[in-house]
C-alpha cells in the first residue's frame, strides 16, 4: 500500500549535443557530473534533493524528447531569460506576472520548451526546503 504521494524523481532528455545542453541548464542552476552505465552510452545527470535530470546523447535509432515540456522554479525569471536569450535560447513567453509567480517559457538550443517560474512570496514561504 502506497502511504505517500508520487513524485517525479527522474526526467531524460536527448540532446544532439550535450555538453551544449549541459551549459544551459547549468546557466538555471543545475550541475551535472558525467556517467556511463555498463555499455551504455556517456551521459550527464544531475542529482538534487531526490530528484535525476539526466541529458543523453540522441542517437538515429530515438526519438526526439523536444515535444517534452520541462518546468524549472527559480529565484530571478527576468536575469535568467535575459542570459538564456544572449546565450541563444529562443523566448516563447516573455517574463510576466501569473498566478504562479513571475513566469517565462523559452526553448532551450535543441528545441525543448523550458518554462520558468520565479514563485509568488506567499508559494515559497510555503515550498519545502530541499
Known amino acids: 500500500m502506497i ?3 508520487p513524485f517525479v524523481n527522474l526526467v531524460v532528455i536527448r540532446s544532439e549535443d550535450i555538453d551544449r545542453a549541459v551549459t544551459f541548464y ?19 545527470a544531475s542529482e538534487k534533493a531526490g530528484f535525476v535530470f539526466e541529458i543523453y546523447p540522441l542517437s538515429p535509432k ?5 515535444w517534452t515540456r520541462l518546468g524549472f522554479s527559480v529565484g530571478d525569471v527576468d536575469a535568467l531569460v535575459a542570459r538564456l536569450a ?14 504562479w509567480g513571475r513566469r517565462a517559457v523559452v526553448k532551450d538550443l535543441d ?7 520565479e514563485p509568488n512570496k506567499r508559494e515559497q514561504a510555503a515550498a519545502p526546503n530541499p
Open 3 to 5: 502511504t505517500s504521494p
Open 62 to 66: 530515438q526519438q526526439s524528447t523536444v
Open 86 to 99: 544572449k546565450d541563444g535560447a529562443k523566448i516563447v513567453s516573455s517574463p510576466t506576472d501569473s498566478e
Open 111 to 117: 528545441g525543448h520548451a523550458v518554462e520558468l517560474v
Open 26 to 44: 547549468e546557466a538555471i542552476g543545475l550541475t551535472f557530473q558525467k556517467h556511463s552505465h555498463g555499455s551504455g552510452p556517456e551521459h550527464y
